[in-house]
């Protein structure tokens, strides 16, 4: 007779029951704000309550950094109207793409529940390898071959790091600081204080690797790129979830899988729209730069990694809960170590960019270097990935590393405006002069910095766009 509830008339509620229906409901709205929306939703309208509901419980995901980029724009925009040029907008673009590429090795760390400080010295390690290896007057090695000699030594570096992580339990905070010190030594002792240049117009393996960051598609080939990719994207994402609805599976409603196809159109379309644009005081410079390319690449490869495949699956999974992982059969010390193998081969694809982007090496690019660090975490950390592991994508480190690069970028212009230059086109978009510690000035007849120029163009120099960033 206890088990009955006892009410004090037929219109109230029985004793002990007058809670229960909110605790199940704010349970079951917990328990749905741990479940990806897709997975709950069967129509536009329930996935964006689902989502809503994530952004509700703390789990904004790429939002806040989608906001940034918003909010520097119109600030930046209303500071000064040619702050959304074609120019200045293929100018960040450009610029981030290094920062990008570093967030995204700085997460195959993090999402293990470690982190990486060396970075931004790997990337150093790669970029000085390359541009050693292709000098005419030293081992003068084919191109290719400078670059996977480049990525191996970067991936031999990591597997050592991951080694001591991994196998004799050392904290990745203690090892890859020594590996960034290691580094920075071995930097010293290799450029011994000289310059490293890759601007010798005269040099086929030179001039391949100096328009990685400075060379261009034809307009024309940029659109067909556009048609490939988002075709063969799309056509992949429709098809995967129409595989798992004939199979029975939890799929996105097709309402969501069209927007998302429909937002990556209109992204395309408006980024080749915008390279398209002729960004030359002198000439012509307009089409898609080839490191935008080399970017996609890098992410599209880095993400099917670690969503689609099995490995992915495990580094998720020792992120969330190691021991649960381990007794689940997981390799974990295997999966910590390839985690920094890809985090410092990924970081030697930076490298490559950077020694493109910067044409010279000298033992400044140290102090640079460090600073890349806490940036490619950053970007990391504010696109969503956890410092605890377990968690995040590489899309949003992307996205953070583009809206960092652009406030930051944005904040030295204002500088220079303070300075006394009034406005983005005197102080960002100025044509660059070799100095004369480069090659380019002290071989003018020979080496040049801009003054080649592809095949079927008119005679008219290339123009460096200045980059208003911190000096190195």
């Given amino acids: 007779m206890s088990d009955i509830p006892v009410t004090a008339g037929p219109g109230e509620t029985p004793t002990g029951m007058a809670e229960a229906p909110l605790a199940v409901d704010l349970t079951a709205e917990v328990a749905r704000a741990e479940v990806p929306p897709e997975l709950l939703a069967q129509s536009l309208g329930q996935y964006l309550r689902a989502w809503w509901l994530q952004v509700r419980s703390g789990n904004s995901g790429v939002l806040p950094v989608v906001l940034g980029i918003v909010v520097v724009a119109v600030s930046f925009q209303i500071a000064d109207p040619k702050f959304l040029s074609a120019q200045n907008l293929v100018n960040l673009f450009e610029q981030s793409t290094v920062y990008m590429v570093l967030a995204i090795a700085e997460i195959f760390a993090l999402l293990l529940g470690e982190i990486d400080l060396s970075v931004g010295l790997v990337m150093v390690l790669g970029g000085v390898v390359v541009g050693e290896l292709v000098q005419p007057t030293g081992p003068n090695w084919p191109w290719w071959a400078a670059v996977i000699a480049a990525l191996l030594a970067c991936a031999a570096f990591g597997a050592i790091q991951g080694s001591l992580v991994a196998r004799l339990k050392m904290p990745s905070f203690i090892v890859t600081l020594g590996g960034l010190l290691v580094l920075e030594g071995v930097a010293i002792i290799v450029l011994g204080g000289s310059l490293v240049g890759i601007g010798n117009s005269h040099a086929p393996n030179e001039v391949v690797l100096y328009n990685i960051f400075w060379g261009w598609f034809d307009p024309v080939v940029g659109w067909i ?248």
């Avoid at 390839?338 to 140290?366: D, E, K, P, Y």
């Avoid at 806490?374 to 990391?380: F, G, I, R, Y």
């Fill in 225 to 472: 790129l556009l048609a490939l990719l988002v075709g063969a994207a799309g056509a992949g994402l429709w098809l995967r979830d129409a595989s798992k609805r004939r199979h029975g599976l939890e799929t996105p409603p097709r309402s969501l899988s069209a927007m998302k196809i429909v937002l990556m159109t209109a992204a395309g379309i408006a980024v080749v729209a915008i390279c398209n644009v002729n960004r030359a005081h002198v000439g012509t410079i307009e089409g898609i730069p080839y490191i935008i390319p080399i970017v996609l690449v890098v992410l599209a490869t880095s993400t099917l990694l670690l969503q689609r495949t099995r490995f992915g699956r495990y580094v998720y999974a020792i992120g969330g809960n190691p021991e649960a992982a381990r007794r689940a059969g997981v390799r974990v010390p295997w999966v910590r170590t390839w985690g920094f193998v890809l985090s410092a081969l990924t970081s030697g694809i930076a490298g490559v960019l950077f020694a493109s982007w910067q044409v010279s090496l000298t033992t400044n690019i140290i102090k640079t270097a460090n600073s890349y660090v806490l940036l490619a975490v950053a970007a990391a950390v504010i696109g969503g990935t956890s410092l605890f592991g377990g968690r995040g994508k590489t899309m949003h480190g992307v996205l953070a590393g583009l809206s960092s690069v652009a406030s930051t970028t944005a904040s030295i212009c204002s500088t220079c405006r303070a300075s006394g230059l009034t406005s983005w086109s005197q102080g960002c978009y100025s044509q660059r002069q070799p100095s004369m510690s480069s090659p380019a000035a002290a071989r003018p007849a020979k080496r040049d910095v801009r003054g080649r120029r592809p095949a079927g163009r008119l005679a008219t120099p290339r123009l460096m766009v200045k980059r208003c960033s911190p000096p190195i």
